[in-house]
């Protein structure tokens, strides 16, 4: 079993700052690649930020200069901190992950239930 959970969503008010984390775990081998998603009703789903196991990261450009992905490789973790926010990034942020589970040879992509970001005055 492999298992996403996302934490750190919230309430708050524009310009403030949340930070999301997530934990894999599970029966993992390696993980190559983990992102966060986010999607706002009658929207769709879009990339917010993405990190690779070797440390390239990519940003959606509304969000460049204001959010910063990490992780901590030793934890299976992603972090998002999210800064200077704005009421347009309330969504339902999803933890995303590629990795390989111990007992198979192949990737394969897992997602977390989803974080609430709600930012509002």
């Known amino acids: 079993q492999v298992q996403l959970v996302e934490s750190g969503g919230g309430l708050v008010q524009p310009g403030g700052s949340l930070r999301l984390s997530c934990a894999a775990s599970g029966s993992i081998f390696s993980i190559s690649a983990m992102a966060w998603y986010r999607q706002a009703p009658g929207k769709e789903r879009e990339l917010v930020a993405a990190i690779t196991s070797g440390g390239s990261t990519n940003y959606a450009d509304s969000v460049k200069g204001r959010f910063t992905i990490s992780r901590d490789s030793a934890k299976n973790t992603v972090n998002l901190q999210m800064n200077s926010l704005k009421p347009e990034d309330t969504a339902l942020y999803y933890c995303?992950?590629?990795?390989?589970?111990?007992?198979?040879?192949?990737?394969?992509?897992?997602w977390g239930q989803g974080t609430q970001v709600t930012v509002s005055s």
């Open positions: 995303n992950a590629i990795l390989q589970r111990t007992s198979s040879p192949t990737q394969g992509a897992y």
